[in-house]
């Protein structure tokens, strides 16, 4: 129930490319497979990937789904829109900077476990359920920290994960976020949403 919950979190369709790390037994590669995806894991134990190359064939779906033996610390995923994980905390934290230079926009999601400091964008739970019941979602965030030119001053940021403070001529931002390349604040009783892309800022 978890690995379907993980799937509607993400908000996954056919046009996705998702890649699990650490994937095991291959049951969350299957199950996005069988939801249309192109879906690729990355497993360490040989015998694990050979037995998920069988229950991909079973399940039909061997079309759709890769499975490759590699170390997930040196494997190149950064084609992904969609990353699966169900590793030790310390894992996601080593992980953590490879998350956050992919494209803004791709979705991480855990089984479980935190990324430190990171606070997911959402998180959903599965009841009842013993344990194994929680699935976090990240968005990485666009980079936007440092000082934008506007016809209102300069728009001064700091950014921590997907959250921006900052100053917008001299007047103090709140409410920050970022989610992707879509970011969104307000300086007095104005809120401003936009959107990020390169070196430029569309803001409304």
């Known amino acids: 129930a978890l690995v379907e919950k993980m799937l509607d979190l993400a908000k996954v ?7 699990d790390l650490g994937s095991g037994d291959g049951v969350l590669v299957i ?10 894991g990355i497993e360490y134990d040989r015998a694990l990937v050979e037995y998920s190359k069988r229950k991909a064939a079973e399940a039909g779906v061997s079309t759709l789904t890769r499975f490759v033996r590699g170390d997930i610390f040196e494997t190149d995923f950064s084609d992904a829109t969609v990353v699966t994980t169900f590793l030790l905390p310390s894992m996601n934290l080593q992980l953590r900077p490879t998350f956050l ?4 926009g791709t979705r991480i999601v855990a089984n479980t476990f935190a ?3 990171w606070q997911p964008d959402e998180t959903a739970t599965v009841e009842p359920c013993e344990r194994w019941c929680r699935a976090l979602l990240w968005i990485v965030p666009a980079r936007v920290g440092g000082t934008w030119r506007t016809p209102k ?3 001064s940021l700091i950014q921590k994960f997907q959250v921006v403070s900052g100053t917008l001529a001299k007047d103090p931002i709140e409410n920050g976020r970022l989610r992707g390349n879509e970011i969104s604040f307000t300086v007095g009783q104005t809120t401003y949403t936009g959107r ?3 070196n430029r800022m569309q803001v409304r």
């Open 196 to 198: 990020v892309e390169a």
């Open 31 to 40: 199950a996005a497979a069988k939801r249309g995806l192109r879906a690729r």
């Open 153 to 155: 001053g300069d728009l």
């Open 101 to 104: 230079a992919m494209k803004p």
């Open 13 to 19: 369709t056919p046009k996705d490319r998702l890649v």
């Open 115 to 117: 990324i430190a400091d």
